[in-house]
Structure formats: C-alpha cells, structure tokens
C-alpha cells in the first residue's frame, strides 16, 4: 500500500477523534471512537478503537473484536454485498458494560487493503492473519484508555479460532475469551460438512437422487484428501459450483487453505492459562457452524480447565447472530449470553 518509509511513519502517527456524543455527563470523559494505526509485518492496518464513556484517568476493560473468515472488514462488513455490521454491533452492545474495544481492517478490506502482500497475494497465509491479530492486541494493550491486565478477546466464526490462537500465546494473557459461533474443527471438515448439508436438502428437493448423493459426498471428501495431500483434486464427479470451489482452493488461495486447515482448534485449548473465562456460543439456525462442530472444542476447554460461562446454546439464532425476528440487529439470546459474559 505505501510505496516509501516515510509515508508509513507518517501514518503510524494519525489519530482522529471521529465520534463524539453532543452532551457529555459532568465530570466524565464523553465515548468517542478513535482511528488507531498499527503496523504487522510492514502493512499499515488501520482500526477502530471505541472508548465508552468513563473518569478521566480510569483504565477499561477492552476487548479486540476479530472477524469471520473472508474479506472481512473492521465493522464485520464484506462490500458491497453483504453489510451485516457484526463487529460494530458486537462494540455497540460492549459499550453497555463499559468494555472499550479495537476493530480493524484485516487483509484485503477497507484502508490496510492487502498491504505488504499486493504485489503477491497468493503468499498470505492463515499465520499472517494470525500475527495481524497480535498485533492488533498489543495495539489494544497500549492504549492509554485501556487496562492491561482486563483485556479481553471476541472472535466471530474464523475469528474465534484466532482468538484461541493468540489466548495461549500473547502477553499479557487475556482475562477472558468470547468464542460467538466459532470455526470448532478443521476447515475443510467444515467445509465437507457444509457441502454435505446443502447435497442432502438438494436431494431431499428432488435434485438429485440418493445414489448421486453418495457420489458427490463421496467425491468431496475425495477433493479433501487431494487438497491435504498436495494432489490435484479430481473433479468428475462434483456439481460445477462446488467443483469451482475445490478449483479456487488449489489456486492462489492455496496457501491460506491449507495453513488454516492445519489448525484443530481443540488442540489450541491446552496452551490457555487455567481459569481463564470462556464464553463458547452456538446458535441452533446456524448452518455454517452446526453447534455439534462444537463438541470437541467444548470439551477441549474443560480439559483445560477454563472458567465458565462455557458454552451457550443460542435458540433461533443463526451464524451472524440474527434471528427471525431480528434480522438485522443482534439477537436477544445472543446479547443476553454476551451481556453475563461481560459481567462474570
């Protein structure tokens, strides 16, 4: 994104107030929302940073908000067709409880753009992903607002997995992890069982019949084991959408794939520190993460002995945290479940 040093430095240093409410409450420091810029690997990354209302001189709670899988933006936006705005709601429904937060552009969206890998994006990989979200954290920890020692981290979908990433590995460790639908196994398992899903409801539609089912069932996890072993997936037998699919996993995307399907996030459980509090939710519309993908993780995360509130099912609410009556806003079962995370 920048061609020269200097105007990297000279970024470094913008910090604009955006947002700030009309009226203040006396004695209290208005909420405001201010544009932070980082730096991770050489990329520029330009976030949001929402401080609530507080004393002048308090240190917050904060929490890092990281986002699905995908061209996801700060605000939990993929321009221009979807605009579900989960992050920014995720900020908004924190602020209630005083809990600053950070959001940023990740790779490929919004101002960071794909930074240092323009000129070779096939090269950017889930690790790459993951070290931007660290650096985001470390961001987060210094802000003058923020308590060190009360950092918190909410992942969404992809997100939470990194979440999970960093909860064993970053310092300060974080008080408290939100897991809000979280990618629980390995992603093309997920995937597998995504395409599974969408063939069994074509059949049952009449689109194709039960032994043509179990040829394309057959045949995706066929393309799985290709994918894993490095060998060119055999398309035969696939519906051209989902064989497009398994094509544009063996192109320039490759990389990214398969280093994120390295990830069992069960596994990553063990390197939390014991008693950190882990809320896991699973919402029972969602049919990107089924909240059975969540047993293992679940599991996992008693084994580690982490702190509840542990893993809440969400009736009627799908992946983006909607429901049927709440299509474009956070869903109640979902606000309540972050709300008693918030305030364990």
């Known amino acids: 994104m920048f061609r020269h040093l200097a105007a990297a430095l000279m970024a470094l240093a913008a910090v604009t107030v955006t947002v700030t409410p009309a009226e203040a409450t006396p004695g209290l420091v208005p909420a405001a929302d201010r544009e932070v810029v980082f730096t991770a690997d050489g990329t520029v990354v330009y976030g949001t940073l929402h401080v ?18 995908g061209p996801t ?39 960071t753009g794909l930074g240092a890998y323009r000129d070779h994006p096939e090269e950017l990989d889930y690790p790459a992903f993951v070290r931007q979200a660290r650096a985001a954290y470390e961001s987060l920890r210094d802000q003058p607002e923020t308590d060190p020692h009360e950092l918190l981290l909410v992942g969404h979908s992809e997100g939470a997995m990194t979440a999970l ?17 979280p990618q629980a196994i390995r992603m093309l398992d997920l995937v597998a069982l995504q395409l599974k899903a969408q063939i ?36 035969t037998d696939l519906p051209a959408a989902i064989a497009r699919l398994f094509e544009a996993f063996q192109g320039p ?27 896991l939710t699973c919402g029972t519309n969602d049919a990107q993460v ?55």
Do not use: M, W
């Open 52 to 69: 609530p209302e507080h004393r002048a001189g308090q240190r917050l709670r904060a929490a890092l908000l990281l986002p699905g899988s």
């Open 253 to 279: 995307n490759a990389r990214f794939v398969l280093s994120d399907d390295a990830v069992y996030p069960p596994d990553t459980a063990a390197a939390l520190r014991p008693g950190t509090k882990v809320l």
């Open 290 to 344: 089924p909240c059975v993908t969540t047993n293992a993780l679940t599991t996992a995360l008693r084994h580690a002995h982490a702190g509840g509130p542990g893993r809440v099912t969400l009736p009627g609410v799908d992946h983006l945290l909607h429901d049927a009556d709440h299509p474009d806003t956070l869903a109640p079962p979902a606000l309540d479940a972050l709300r008693r995370f918030a305030r364990h």
């Open 165 to 181: 990433l960093l909860g064993g590995t970053v310092r300060p460790r974080p008080a408290a992890l939100a897991l809000l639908q």
């Open 200 to 235: 069994a409801e074509a059949t049952r539609q009449g689109q194709f019949t039960p032994e043509q089912q179990r040829t394309v069932n057959a045949a995706v996890d066929a393309a799985v084991t290709s994918l894993r072993e490095h060998r060119p997936v055999d398309t």
């Open 73 to 111: 933006d700060r605000d939990g936006n993929q321009p221009p067709g979807s605009a579900p705005g989960t992050l920014a709601q995720l900020a908004d429904a924190l602020d209630g409880d005083g809990i600053a937060t950070l959001r940023f552009d990740k790779y490929g969206t919004g101002r």
